[in-house]
T-cell receptor, first 112, second 113 residues
């Protein structure tokens, strides 16, 4: 089954404790992206990657890092999480030709 | 800065009504406009529009793009309670920003029986 998986689905952590949210897709898609969703603000793009070792900033990259060492994986790293990073995070992927984007199930992160 | 604005922000209707959701945008190097439906989970894809004036249709949903006036509409006819969701509009940029996707804030549609 074609899918995008994220782990963990829920995470409560404390300020400053480094964390990684994993994202994996099984569709051999070149493009992957991370979004955060906050009430009243819609989905905002954090980072995206056009292919392995190619990443670029979206609209809200501050406080986040990404890496794309393999085509299927695109982890999101918060080196020093802060409460304003409490949000619902989505990973997504799509191919180069068909631009339909597949979203993962979301990760709800709370930073206290 | 790229911008996508949706209106209305929320809408309450009764089953059987027809609704029109609006999306206007200002982006550099427009590539495509996408509509998504989000229920209590991840967004699901509805339509992608790249050319002006060509209607995309799927059942009771249809959408059209006007690249001159920089907007799109999503129509839902004969609404059902299952249409209750947040509808998201997003614009994909091309050129050196290819891959950048800017979303609007969404329209919350509630359909009462």
């Amino acid at each position: 089954e074609a899918q995008v998986t994220q782990n963990p689905r829920y995470l409560i952590t404390v300020t400053g404790k480094k964390l990684t949210v994993t994202c994996s897709q099984n569709m051999n898609h070149e493009y992957m992206s991370w979004y955060r969703q906050d009430p009243g603000l819609g989905l905002r793009q954090i980072y995206y990657s056009m292919n392995v070792e190619v990443t670029d900033k979206g609209d809200v990259p501050e406080g986040y890092k990404v890496s794309r060492k393999e085509k299927r994986n695109f982890p999101l790293i918060l080196e020093s999480p802060s409460p304003n990073q409490t949000s619902l995070y989505f990973c997504a992927s799509r191919g180069q030709v068909l631009l339909e984007q597949y979203f993962g199930p979301g990760t709800r992160l709370t930073v206290t | 800065e790229d911008k996508v604005v949706q209106s209305p922000l929320s809408l309450v209707v009764h089953e059987g009504d027809t609704v029109t959701l609006n999306c206007s945008y200002e982006v550099t190097n427009f590539r495509s406009l996408l509509w998504y439906k989000q229920e209590k989970k991840a967004p699901t894809f509805l339509f992608m529009l790249t050319s002006s004036g060509i209607e995309k249709k799927s059942g009771r949903l249809s959408s059209i793009l006007d690249k001159k006036e920089l907007f799109s509409i999503l129509n839902i006819t004969a609404t059902q309670t299952g249409d209750s969701a947040v509808y998201l509009c997003a614009v994909s940029a091309g050129g050196t920003s290819y891959g950048k996707l800017t979303f609007g804030q969404g329209t919350i549609l509630t359909v009462h029986p």
